[in-house]
């Protein structure tokens, strides 16, 4: 079992900047690819951005592309999520997830609780 502990998000205005976080509970989280995902109510979960076991591959969405930065540090056990340039369609609940594989379909072995994310125009 592994436990996912997103921080990190809030209100920010329109052309701003965050930087989510996510602890993984387990030791092992080195062996895990990391991804995030995004929710708004109402509308189905998307991908965001996903990186492998030992960060040297990455994916974006299209629409997060030379804005967003994923990133991890396998000594903490923590993935980052570092988003510039914010736009209010950026806005809604942000989710990490750890998978055996890296890839960039909406399904995962483990999820984070979700942090919520408001960019304001």
């Known amino acids: 079992q592994v436990q996912l502990v997103e921080s990190g998000g809030g209100l920010v205005l329109a052309g701003g900047s965050l930087r989510l976080s996510c602890a993984a509970s387990r030791r092992t989280f080195s062996s895990y690819a990391m991804a995030w995902f995004r929710q708004v109510p109402g509308k189905e979960r998307e991908f965001v951005a996903a990186?492998?076991?030992?960060?040297?591959?990455?994916y974006y969405a299209d629409s997060v592309k030379g804005r967003f930065t994923i990133s991890r540090d396998n000594a903490k056990n923590t993935v980052y999520l570092q988003m510039n340039s914010l736009k209010p369609e950026d806005t809604a609940v942000y989710y990490c997830a750890a998978d055996p594989n890296l890839h960039t379909r909406v399904v995962a072995q483990y999820w984070g609780q979700g942090t919520q994310v408001t960019v304001s125009s």
């Open positions: 990186i492998s076991w030992s960060g040297g591959r990455t």
